[in-house]
């Protein structure tokens, strides 16, 4: 009996997974995954890879965030996107680091944060929206984070900086990030948020802890 229990979790876990892998390649294929604002893209994937992570834990988070990573990466191979094309003729190594290592730490560490959001909110109401938001910044950071470590110095950063007027490299990610990364904590924040909270009450997977019962003592 507890072995088919565990079987069908499993199937409904792996189930559940390919649709949240189904999502974020349909809005690659269909557009709906990324807007071109200049060099950068104001990236909407987040918001799935955010639900399931809430929904199904870290390294749920951590495989749709590597596979959205390996979609990033073909653009870089392929040349659909500049920047990160451009990275990927002075070393193809770390432009893997960056397309998807760094999208997969974003899920995992979702996942993880929302786990303990989670064990704060007693009611289950703000953690889910907390993680929707998480998401979007932990990419924002990351990515850009990495890029400045490692990047920084190229001929097509500081032509960027230059463009841009930037004085630093914190300046420079805020420069070129803008609007666009506010657009993103947003559509997390309220869409992701929502999402996550509606399915995980439609699951019943958002009831609060059970109150322990109170002892012998305390009922008299």
């Not at 507890?2 to 649709?19: D, M, P, S």
């Not at 199904?56 to 040349?79: E, K, N």
């Not at 998480?134 to 990419?139: E, T």
Request: aromatic letters at 12%; one cysteine or more.
């Amino acid at each position: 009996m507890e072995q088919t229990k565990k079987n069908i979790f499993n199937a409904r876990y792996i189930a559940e997974l390919g649709l949240f892998l189904g999502v974020i390649l349909l809005m690659k294929i269909t557009g709906l995954s990324s807007i071109p604002v200049g060099p950068l893209v104001m990236t909407f994937t987040m918001i799935p890879i955010a639900v399931g992570a809430m929904l199904l834990g870290p390294l749920a988070g951590a495989i749709l965030g590597a596979f959205y990573g390996l979609t990033s990466l073909y653009d870089a191979v392929t040349g659909a996107s500049l920047m990160t094309g451009f990275f990927f003729q002075i070393s193809p190594f770390l432009t893997v680091l960056l397309c998807v290592g760094t999208r997969t730490l974003v899920g995992f560490c979702t996942g993880w944060l929302f786990r303990l959001f989670r064990s704060l909110d007693r009611h289950r109401i703000w953690c889910y929206f907390a993680g929707g938001l998480v998401a979007p910044l932990l990419n924002t950071l990351f990515f850009m984070g990495f890029i400045v470590l490692v990047f920084y110095r190229t001929e097509y950063v500081q032509s960027r900086v230059a463009a841009l007027g930037a004085s630093g490299p914190l300046m420079f990610i805020v420069l070129s990030v803008g609007v666009q990364g506010l657009i993103e904590a947003a559509t997390g924040l309220v869409i992701g948020g929502a999402v996550a909270k509606g399915v995980a009450h439609a699951l019943k997977r958002d009831l609060p802890p059970a109150k322990k019962p109170e002892s012998e003592g305390e009922a008299a």
